[in-house]
């Protein structure tokens, strides 16, 4: 059985909480990817993602010098790099997010894995399907 440390990667950008949302979104588009974990003092303290961005930020008028704290999601879902790769699934379907980002024991960032990591790497095609379809699923109003 894989687990999560196995299939992660170890290189994940953050991004602090008074850097600007322009900022998150030039990170996010040369690094191909829609969310970033946002840490301060070397603690995950949300994340922000495209969808933050578009909908928190731009839809609601505010420009790219907005903070990254104004339009960041708390409450950030993670798992623990020694839990295998079955869980981060759940938790990615769960949750419908596409990027979990992933810690030590001593709650320190220390990966992110994507659903394409979990599809591509772990010999079990039914954790990546699960998650893709829990992804999928509309959220219940």
Request: charged letters at 35%; aromatic letters at 4%; glycine letters at 8%.
């Amino acid at each position: 059985m894989h687990k999560i440390k196995d299939v992660m990667s170890r290189d994940v950008q953050v991004i602090g909480p008074d850097q600007t949302i322009a900022e998150a979104a030039r990170y996010m588009r040369d690094g191909d990817f829609g969310m970033m974990p946002v840490g301060e003092n070397d603690r995950m303290v949300g994340a922000i993602s495209d969808r933050d961005i578009a909908i928190r930020g731009v839809a609601e008028g505010r420009d790219g010098k907005a903070k990254v704290r104004d339009v960041m999601s708390d409450g950030v879902r993670w798992a623990y790099d020694d839990e295998p790769v079955e869980r981060a699934a759940e938790i990615m379907a769960q949750y419908q997010i596409r990027r979990l980002p992933i810690v030590n024991r001593d709650k320190r960032l220390v990966g992110i894995v994507a659903l394409g990591d979990v599809a591509v790497r772990e010999r079990k095609v039914k954790p990546a399907a699960e998650a893709l379809c829990g992804i999928s699923e509309p959220v219940p109003a």
